[in-house]
């Protein structure tokens, strides 16, 4: 059995191929499992689901239809973000030639 206490295992080099540190899309292969809308529709479920509660006073009900509202409007501008983010990169880039963009 192995024993961890002993460092056996540090004491190897293990080669990382260097096509994998390269590139723009070094990180291509590693995909979200769920998208910052996903997050947000969820957050949203979660508060439809509280706003169901029939003990909550009206001051409690607004806060929460306004929360939603809130998200609604995220979504909308991560879609809008998400849509426009070549044209939003190059106006940043033109008002700022040495901005350095991910990509």
Request: hydrophobic fraction near 30%; charge should be positive; avoid cysteine.
């Amino acid at each position: 059995m192995f024993d961890r206490r002993v460092g056996e295992r540090r004491t190897r080099e293990l080669g990382v191929p260097d096509e994998r540190r390269r590139g723009r899309d070094r990180r291509a292969h590693i995909t979200r499992r769920e998208t910052a809308e996903g997050h947000l529709r969820n957050a949203i479920q979660l508060l439809n689901s509280l706003s169901g509660i029939p003990d909550l006073g009206p001051d409690v009900r607004e806060v929460l239809n306004r929360t939603v509202w809130r998200l609604h409007s995220a979504i909308a501008e991560t879609r809008f973000l998400h849509s426009n983010r070549r044209e939003i990169g190059n106006r940043l880039r033109r008002s700022d030639p040495n901005a350095s963009l991910e990509p």
